[in-house]
């Protein structure tokens, strides 16, 4: 009597593979394969499928989605039904055999041989029909490791592979099972030879396929290696020094931004900076390239100390690797508070939990110490460096130093010099004007103090501190 191979314990199956017998074969082994293959592909997608991943896989969902059905509704259940008839089948085709065998009669023998013959021809069918769904799953396969849940490669790469593995049994057995029949056959056997090859022919592309996604996970933990070797060499180069000045932290926030931008396509796997200003997002250098798992929280602590109360803008602790920073701020603070946390983080060896008043890059009333300062300079230096503010002010303002004049009052306000010394009163006044002015000699862009992320005031200082502008 047949049982349902897929009714019993996976210890039991995997025992009936191992007795030494023929049922279940290699037949039902591939698409057992083919099945592991299904259900690894629909469980990636269904990750893909999240809430939290429907806005960054949108484009790709409503495929994935598709092929999700035509595994589900079709494939798997295809491959359940093979899996046992390869057992029956090929059980058929053996028993045959064994009777064609033990027969004496020679004219007997002979018709059990070609009914061996025929079911054995049932049982190259089956591995053809297994080779044609594991390709179908092999190509899904692919398109699944590409566009679909990044974090579960792992699992549409065995898929891959379990699929490729399926149809390279099959073709074996196939070729196998041929070697059985005679001239008398050669159409048949002609038939399933040229319907092979075109197999075979589509089995070595895959395989490729196969290796090729091997070789981009390769690539990419070599690519990382080199990501986290850099850092390494500019973390000790940093830390190994008792004193740094602000030019050496300069010099700091210099390396480490061209740091991100050589490795932007590994940081940012998706939506790759295409302008160096755009590499400077703190939190992600955080997180991608110093390994510190970054927060945003709602609210940190309220703290006293000498110079008065304040509420927690920022905490770093260097022994775990974790930056939290608060929400309760607006986001230019938040942003240069992560900055400043990031310059510790390079740049000092604090061995405790430090916490951190809320900064936005502009002078405070009270006494920082050294380690504070340097944080801020490395905060500063970081978000609006020196080369980058430049070349953006001169594209925006069509100078390098911008000077009142005729023509620059006209540009700026449409109005004549005394009426923008007016409006503006002093130098801060007019760096405030042109941080956060939108608009010059017809032409509009986004504020330069919005392009850095950083507010109008911080701007405004840093425009002065590089000499940009003259009262």
Same mark, same amino acid.
């Given at each position: 009597m047949n049982i349902n191979l897929l009714e019993i314990t996976t210890d039991e199956l995997l025992e009936k593979f191992g007795a030494g017998k023929h049922k279940p074969g290699s037949g039902s082994a591939a698409a057992l394969q083919g099945m592991l293959t299904a259900k690894l592909l629909t469980t990636v997608i269904s990750l893909t499928n999240l809430p939290k991943r429907q806005k960054k896989y949108g484009k790709y969902l409503p495929n994935l989605l598709k092929m999700d059905k035509k595994i589900q509704e079709r494939i798997f259940p295809k491959l359940t039904e093979l899996f046992q008839e390869d057992a029956i089948q090929f059980d058929k085709a053996i028993t045959a055999r064994k009777e064609r065998d033990n027969e004496n009669d020679v004219v007997k023998s002979n018709l059990l041989g070609k009914k061996a013959l025929k079911e054995l021809k049932g049982a190259i069918d089956i591995p053809i029909e297994i080779t044609k769904l594991c390709i179908e799953l092999a190509e899904i396969a692919d398109y699944v490791f590409d566009n679909a849940f990044q974090g579960a490669r792992g699992d549409s790469q065995v898929a891959l592979s379990g699929a490729v593995?399926?149809?390279?049994?099959?073709?074996s057995i196939i070729q196998l099972n041929l070697l059985s029949f005679g001239s008398d056959e050669y159409s048949w056997t002609s038939k399933i030879n040229t319907e092979t090859k075109r197999l075979k022919k589509r089995f070595i592309e895959l395989n490729k396929i196969a290796e090729s996604k091997i070789e981009k996970l390769e690539n990419e933990v070599s690519d990382k290696a080199q990501l986290y070797k850099d850092v390494d060499k500019l973390l000790r180069d940093l830390k190994s020094k008792t004193k740094l000045t602000y030019k050496e932290i300069e010099v700091a926030a210099s390396d480490f931004q061209n740091l991100l931008w050589k490795h932007k396509e590994l940081i940012w796997i998706n939506n790759t900076p295409n302008h160096p200003a755009k590499v400077l997002q703190p939190g992600i250098a955080l997180k991608k390239a110093l390994a510190y798992n970054f927060v945003q929280v709602e609210k940190l602590?309220?703290?006293?100390?000498?110079?008065?109360?304040?509420?927690?803008?920022?905490i770093i602790d260097q022994k775990d690797r974790i930056v939290l920073v608060s929400n309760?701020?607006?986001?230019?603070?938040?942003?240069?508070?992560?900055?400043?946390?990031? *310059?510790? !983080? /390079?740049?000092?060896?604090?061995?405790?939990?430090?916490?951190d008043r809320p900064i936005n890059g502009t002078s405070d009333n009270f006494k920082r110490n050294i380690t504070e300062r340097q944080a801020d300079k490395f905060a500063?230096?970081?978000?609006?460096?020196?080369?980058?503010?430049?070349?953006?002010?001169?594209?925006m303002f069509q100078t390098e130093r911008f000077i009142i004049d005729e023509l620059t009052a006209f540009n700026l306000i449409k109005d004549?010099?005394?009426?923008?010394?007016?409006?503006?009163?002093?130098?801060? *006044?007019? !760096? /405030?004007?042109?941080?956060?002015?939108?608009?010059?000699?017809?032409?509009?862009f986004v504020s330069i103090a919005e392009l850095f992320n950083v507010s109008f005031s911080a701007m405004a200082i840093r425009l002065e501190e590089l000499g940009l502008i003259e009262y």
């Open positions: 593995a399926g149809i390279a049994g099959c073709l602590d309220i703290i006293d100390d000498e110079y008065g109360t304040f509420e927690t803008a920022g309760n701020f607006d986001k230019n603070t938040q942003n240069f508070t992560t900055a400043h946390e990031l *310059g510790h !983080a /390079l740049l000092h060896k604090q061995a405790v939990l430090h916490r500063t230096n970081f978000l609006m460096p020196a080369k980058l503010v430049k070349n953006e002010f001169v594209e004549s010099p005394s009426k923008l010394r007016k409006d503006c009163k002093n130098l801060r *006044g007019l !760096a /405030l004007k042109l941080a956060s002015s939108e608009r010059y000699n017809n032409q509009s």
